[in-house]
């Protein structure tokens, strides 16, 4: 008789789920609208939460402050308003004789959900007030019938979806660990677990669903965390790898051409700037690829290292290009190199949308046929197929605005050209490494002497008059200023009837007798180029604009600034717009008016008006944001983390990052069989987003 093949792991872990014990169709559908389809979707479908039973108390043992689990069965529910869209709901809890009493704040829809009767289970910190246990906030589960909760464990709480509880998703997670678990292959050697502290991947799902206590817990949690920050770190490892055997031109300077660029430039470099310089110049005389970042506060004065660079690549007889991220900072860019290149021979062109189709054609071509040197525009360089002849250097300003992909997009047949992006948003330490992992970074930290600091304030509706007072005083005397108004909604056309009515008030009332000038989204590229022209002339005095004006414009007679609706912005917006008043010998001064309804605006606000380093606000803003808000890690084009949590976990991401670059220095492209396992998540997770191709 023909014995039946073995079930491989492989196939344990693709069954669908309609196949496990006690699922079915109906409830594979449900599963489905999880996210979850086969048996090791399962495994890993981490909790979003616990509920620590290890201290389940009756109510008549209650402690002050402790926290504790509590059972029981819900006598009563009151909803008392408070005003203003404020409400605080009440749950009577009962057991046996005793009472305690559950709170929440501003969430009146919860009612409906406590059912007089039903049996819930609550854990949170009591408090007695008023002769009474009270928790606020609990966690809550509500129980089915007269089930006892297991006293003593930690339970895990899964996210649901109609149709499915707690218990049920607790059940079927349960009886798939225990069965399957042992299915899944561990990716890292016994030494690797060894050396860097980490469970087995067994005992970790074992443990992360069904933890027998908080250290255990935590060993599993701290298991995954590191595996997927490790992972992250392989897939940058590896794009870096991939981008380093691409050939690149060597573009050297020798002193002659050194000597002719710094002739154009007006000031001496700060030794920031000088080493900045030297790092991109050694990279870019490799014939691989370039991929540097370089970071500065805003006026740090980033672009005259750009145009270093890219002279460096005329120099060499090559074609350089320089991406904005708006057409207004494109201009300026523009203007920056007409400044300096008066007199040299560079031929170059200004790359919009804003071109015609005739226009593009006749750019493309002369691009195509070698005749121009320098293109700067925006993202309209890389729309639309044109194709350089001969490109070396490709600077990407604001990087921040811009996928991880886009530093790519920008590919030609033959030799690829080096990159440079600069961002004026400075990135906690952390998220440089993660989002950035595979570039290198260059750093301005030193502002250009004579930099003056800019005094901000954050103000009361009744300073209004005086600030108005003072703003004016200062314009009298030959200063230019910003009226910065919120984005209002995701429409231009809201937001600029927003601005358009603070000109006309402003016009008429507090800056009546000045010159304004307007800007926002919503006028055309002539119009928005007319207004920054006026302004950078002295033709207006104050520019009243929406947040457009945000990154890198440069009026630096312009020291005064009136933010608006100040809570609608983030931190690293308002530092940008503060960057665009300290660029002068004259002092800055900032006044924020804004709405303070939470307090996470006010605290964002304060550490604004309080902190003037662009880097400190960055790591503040990062802990504001909390867990979970990568930075936007969407925004770059990367997938987000289950559990990891860069504001936390920088340890394990450092650990992580050097254990991946040395296994990729030990086994180039993860070829050995003893990593293909690690390979493979990589390659799953990251291969599309950071364009590992054809790595695996
Ligand atoms: P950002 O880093 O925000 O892009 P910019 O490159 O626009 O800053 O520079 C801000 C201002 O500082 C510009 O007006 C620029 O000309 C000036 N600047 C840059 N470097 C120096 C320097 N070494 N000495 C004096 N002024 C400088
Ligand atoms: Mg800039």
């Not at 890198?552 to 933010?563: C, K, Q, S």
Request: net charge neutral; proline share 4%.
């Amino acid at each position: 008789m023909k014995e039946r093949p073995e079930k491989t792991s492989a196939d344990i872990l693709a069954m669908p789920v309609q196949y496990l014990k006690g699922v079915g169709p109906a409830r594979a559908e449900h599963l489905e609208r999880l996210g979850l389809r086969t048996v090791q979707d399962i495994l890993f479908f981490f909790p979003r939460d616990y509920q620590d039973m290890s201290e389940l108390r009756s109510i008549a043992d209650l402690h002050e402050g402790v926290s504790v689990s509590v059972c029981g069965a819900v006598e009563e529910t009151d909803l008392r308003e408070t005003g203003s869209g404020r409400s605080v709901l009440g749950v009577l809890i009962r057991d046996a004789n005793h009472f305690m009493r559950a709170i929440w704040f501003n969430q009146p829809y919860l009612r409906q959900r406590f059912e007089v009767g039903r049996r819930i289970l609550v854990s949170g910190v009591v408090k007695m007030n008023g002769g009474r246990w009270e928790m606020v906030h609990p966690k809550v589960e509500f129980l089915d019938g007269n089930a006892v909760p297991p006293a003593g464990r930690i339970l895990p709480i899964y996210s649901l979806t109609e149709g499915l509880n707690q218990q049920q998703v607790r059940r079927i997670v349960e009886g798939v660990v225990e069965s399957s678990a042992c299915a899944v292959p561990e990716a890292f050697s016994d030494d690797f677990l060894d050396a860097h502290n980490l469970w087995p991947i067994q005992a970790a799902l074992s443990q992360i669903h069904k933890p027998t206590s908080r250290e255990t817990l935590e060993q599993a949690r701290r298991r995954f965390i590191f595996q997927e920050l490790f992972i992250l770190q392989l897939a940058l490892a590896l794009r870096k790898h991939k981008q380093s055997t691409d050939a690149a031109p060597p573009l050297v300077v020798d002193a002659k051409i050194d000597a002719r660029i710094r002739r154009l430039f007006s000031f001496a470099l700060t030794s920031d700037q000088e080493r900045a310089i030297a790092e991109i110049t050694a990279d870019m005389a490799c014939d691989y690829p370039m991929n540097r970042l370089l970071q500065g506060d805003v006026g740090s004065g980033k672009t005259i290292v750009a145009v270093y660079a890219m002279l460096v690549a005329i120099a060499c007889g090559h074609q350089t290009a320089i991406m904005a991220p708006t057409e207004i900072l494109a201009a300026q860019h523009f203007e920056t190199f007409a400044r300096l290149l008066q007199n040299a021979r560079v031929r170059s062109t200004f790359l919009t949308g804003g071109l015609t189709p005739a226009q593009r054609k006749g750019v493309s071509h002369q691009i195509e046929a070698g005749e121009i040197d320098l293109v700067i525009g925006t993202q309209a360089i890389v729309q639309g197929g044109i194709k350089f002849s001969k490109l070396g250097l490709v600077v990407i300003d604001e990087q921040h605005k811009f996928g991880v992909r886009q530093r790519s997009a920008l590919k030609q047949a033959g030799l690829a050209p080096h990159y440079l992006v600069m961002t004026a948003t400075p990135i906690p330490r952390t998220v440089t490494l993660s989002l950035y992992g595979d570039l290198d970074v260059s750093t301005l930290r030193e502002p250009p002497p004579g930099r003056q600091p800019v005094r901000s304030y954050l103000a009361e509706e009744n300073q209004r008059a005086k600030w108005w007072d003072f703003f004016r005083r200062k314009l009298s005397s030959g200063r230019q200023g910003y009226v910065i108004t919120p984005l209002v909604e995701a429409s231009d056309s809201v937001d600029a009837a927003n601005v358009k009515q603070v000109f006309d008030d402003l016009s008429i009332k507090e800056l009546h007798g000045f010159r304004l000038g307007l800007l926002h989204g919503r006028l055309t590229p002539e119009e928005k180029s007319i207004a920054m022209q006026d302004f950078r002339t002295g033709k207006t005095n104050v520019l009243v604009s929406t947040s457009v004006v945000e990154v890198g414009v440069d009026v630096p007679n312009a020291t005064l600034m009136t933010i608006e609706g100040g809570e609608r912005f983030g931190l690293a917006q308002l530092h940008q717009l503060r960057g665009r008043i300290s660029r002068g010998t004259h002092p800055g001064y900032l006044c924020v008016f804004a709405s303070l309804t939470t307090d996470e605006a006010r605290q964002r606000l304060d550490a604004f008006v309080n902190t003037s380093s662009g880097f400190e606000l960055a790591e503040i803003d990062f802990r504001l944001r909390g867990p979970g808000d990568v930075f936007g890690a969407q925004q770059h084009g990367l997938p987000r983390f289950y559990l990891a949590d860069l504001s936390r976990d920088s340890d394990l991401l450092v650990e992580a990052r050097l254990a991946a670059q040395d296994l990729v220095a030990s086994d180039t492209y993860l070829k050995d069989p003893k990593n293909e396992r690690l390979l493979k998540l990589a390659m799953n997770r990251y291969g599309q987003a950071l364009e590992l191709g054809d790595v695996g």
